[in-house]
């Protein structure tokens, strides 16, 4: 083992028999991205029986187990930064948070301080998971920056890893709640159609055939009197803007949606005058096993004001 690394062990599974290593290890392995593992297989990263294997086009056999080395991050370059968080939990192996809308979830480009990555550097000391390298420590999964909500992050690399795999398997409980225009009808349902970056505007996301897989299931929890409906949605699979371009696939888009809504007049002239300036979507619910106790927990968040807000005036 090199110094200043883990070791994480991969068997490929019979599902990835015959695909290229890189994409039968990120099989494998949830917690590290197809790219990242080029990098580690060219590297010199990645063995098997103890020889290094250094083509990522190498043909994957089922059963097979490799040994990926993944450097610790270099020391981040993140500001812990103290922004006030609302914790829904916490212990020595994760946190959950319910981010407001407009805090960005981890330092990018335009975005290098302010994140919820520097609040939690700050609130944890410094103790969050290395699997997501300088940039994501600690972060699993992410919500968009205008969409509040729970999340939940990892503080140690065993956490991470635990919750990857469930957020692989489509095993964690996801739900938010959306204000929509019009009324689904039927007025629940699924949604079953694969998502990719839009050929025609990569900032956007679109029903490609060849996208990934991506399943939606909808219910109306109330019809509004002002052509709208608050509908709640459960992620089957966690797609990038996954609801937001679903809902809008059926004719009914998020509320203040920049992207992917046609805001009616009706409509405009009620957020205009609330201000609000976002999609009108929460995370509501979040609900795993303890990736180390293996308690099974679950948290609801109610729609914060500017949502709350919003529904009441559509609803008079």
Known sequence: MYPGASVIQATITAAADGWRLDRALADAVPTLSRERLKVLIAGGKVSRDGLLVREPARKATAGETFAVTVPDPVPAHNEAQDIPLVIAFEDEHLIVVDKPAGLVVHPAAGNLDGTLVNALLHHCHGSLSGIGGVARPGIVHRIDKDTSGLM????TDRAHEGLAKQFADHSIDRRYLAIVAGVPAPPAGKVDAPLARSPQNRKKIAIVATGKRAVTHYRTVERLRRDAALVECRLETGRTHQV???????????????????????HRAILETLGFRRQALHAARLGFIHPITRTALSFDSAMPADMQELFIQLNV
Do not use: E, I, N
């Not at 939940?152 to 503080?155: G, M, P, S, Y």
């Open 152 to 155: 939940v992050a990892a503080k």
């Open 244 to 266: 937001r371009v679903h809902m809008a696939s059926l004719g009914h888009a998020l509320l203040g949606d920049p992207a992917y809504g046609r805001t009616k007049q009706a």
